[in-house]
């Protein structure tokens, strides 16, 4: 992943705290295509590297490396400091996975904390609620407010990596997230598209609106500081009494009173459960080309990712070109056929069979792939002339358009150890449930809408189940027993797609990490409820000619969100040259995405 790269001159930067960031101009001859995609440079370092949605919990993430924590410490700083500065996105009460390659102990190890039913979950409570949708727009409860949570995982994940594989406590590691929720942080264009967009989440519940709207009903806007100094409060005492106070202490009953208050579902003992279930679990992994890549397992949906890259593995993609038509419809097509598994198999493995072992075996991904060069052969002999059935127009400026209201982020870290991190976590929807419980300041997740209602499928709702979740979808590519190539996204179900997009851009088409995530993707519209998609978005960067074609093939494909659209993910990733001792970082431009190396 660093070959091809010219170095030109470069800038060197100095910041606080003696961090020297360092930042290339990077001239790549992969394509045209890649090089006027390029609008920044990677980050570069040799000590750590960490790449956040976000600059602010990149710099929190930054100070810890620097005053000697290595990635989990940094990951944690990053993680809980988005609480202030993507309040939307995620938060201590958010759910979440994590891909963790240990140094040490040479092995990777997935860290699931996706979210649980609770024990007490009816169905029936939910026709009189307020519907919102979340902009997934896969059609189930749609609802807002405290029955849609799930029971809460992110702080017992971010706990359990720390107490195991951290070397500092959470007073340290929290000690940005209390600063920016306490003293506030400033509102960038992106954060004001997101409360414009997600704004009727939180306006039923007073303790939302009192935290998340200025006097009680306008959204935060540019030049507007945001802060949350209930939840400072709340994660001060986390920092100094540890997490039970959260899961089973003074905490956990005010939320569970204020849940059983307004309705909800979480209990007390829903939420002390919690700690002894997020455990440590082995991740599943395939051989792609001369790498070893691994994900999450089940109730995480990565398993579509891999299956992707191993149907995609039996084509010569350079031969192919990178977003040409013969490579856009070949990976399309597995895409598709990889989603129709996902909605199909995957659900809590503790309540409904998944055969991993049947999805990735050679003899089952040989049969998807011959699908696959079936149907576009089927494509191209049907070739038609474009017609207004497979041109979707939709406003690009509406700030309510479904582009601004997912709510997931992606964090990748690494250190000078060699220790390597992915995290995905989410709210579900943006300010997910938007219901802020008692006086603590924390909003909770709205995760159950992401299961469905229809009975005897993988994913159906139940007391008790773990949410199946596209969030699981991380990558880590090893070569030689150590990691090269770190990546996530958010982006719901597009998470499956958009992951997949960067790697290869990276491993096949030899494109640096900034590059792999800038160059333009696509992803079929493929929410719970519309499997099998029918229609694709996809950036008007790829070529024009491209599209056309795609389209006189029978793909329905919108490309009204223009240019760049978060819709097709917000990655972050790092790459890591164990030869020269370089480790390269990449953020994604669709978001506030930020990368800092040292």
Known sequence: MFNKINFQPFQILMATAGIVLITLFLNLTVSAQAAKDNLRPAALGKNGMIATANPLATLAG????VKGGNAIDAIVAAAASLNAAEPYMSGTAGVGYMLFYSAKENRVRSLVFGGWVPE???????????????????????????????????????????????????SEVFESAIDYLEN???????????????????????????????????????????????????????????????????????????????????????????????QW???????????????????????QQLQTLKIMEGFDLKKMGHNSVDYLAH?????????????KYIGDPKFVNVPVDMLLSDAYIAKQRERVIAKVKERKAGIKEETS?????????????????????????VDRWGN????????????????????????FNSALDWMTLEPGKANTVAPGKAVGWCIGGMLQFHKDGKPQLIVGSPGSFGILQSVPQVA???????????????????????????????????????????????????????????????????????????????????????????????
Do not use: C
Not at 281 to 301: A, E, H, L
């Open 62 to 65: 930054q100070k810890i490396l």
């Open 120 to 170: 007490t979950f009816r169905i029936t409570k939910f026709k009189s609620d307020v519907k919102v949708a979340d902009g997934a727009g896969h059609g189930q409860m749609e609802s807002i407010g405290p029955r849609i949570a799930s029971v809460p995982g992110n702080l017992a994940g971010w706990a359990k990596a720390l107490k195991d594989y951290g070397t500092m406590p959470l």
């Open 184 to 278: 506030g942080v400033p509102v960038t264009e992106f954060d004001q598209a997101m409360w414009a967009g997600t704004v009727a989440r939180v306006s039923p519940h007073a303790e939302s609106r009192k935290i998340f709207l200025k006097n009680d009903k306008d959204p935060y806007v540019i030049g507007d500081y945001f802060s949350n100094k209930p939840l400072a409060k709340t994660m001060r005492r986390i920092a100094s009494e540890g997490i039970d106070v959260f899961y089973k202490g003074e905490i956990a009953k005010e939320m569970a009173a204020a849940f059983a208050r307004d309705g909800g579902f979480i209990t007390e003992k829903d939420l002390a459960s919690v700690p002894d279930k997020v």
């Open 281 to 303: 679990v082995d991740p599943i992994s395939i051989k792609y080309r001369d790498y070893t890549v691994y994900n999450n397992p089940p109730p995480g949906m990565g398993i």
């Open 331 to 343: 990976l399309l097509e597995a895409v598709n056929l990889s989603r129709i598994d996902t909605d």
């Open 389 to 413: 059935m497979n041109i979707l127009p939709v406003a690009i400026d509406d700030p309510n358009a479904s582009k601004y209201k997912y709510a997931t982020t992606s964090l990748s870290a």
């Open 420 to 443: 390597a991190v992915v995290i995905i976590q989410t709210h579900g929807g943006g300010f997910g449930s938007g219901y802020v419980a008692g006086n603590t300041g924390v909003v």
């Open 504 to 598: 290869l851009n990276a491993i096949d088409f030899g494109m640096n990490i900034q590059d792999a995530i800038s160059a333009p993707r696509f992803r079929w519209k493929d929410e719970l409820g519309l499997v099998p998609a029918k229609e694709i978005i996809m950036e008007t960067r790829v070529q024009p000619t491209v599209i056309k074609t795609l389209r006189a093939m029978g793909y329905v494909i919108d490309t009204s969100l223009g240019d760049w659209s978060m819709t097709v993910g917000g990655a972050q990733g790092i790459t890591i040259d164990h030869k020269t001792g370089w480790i390269m970082g990449g953020a994604d431009l669709r978001r506030n995405g930020y990368a800092v190396g040292w």
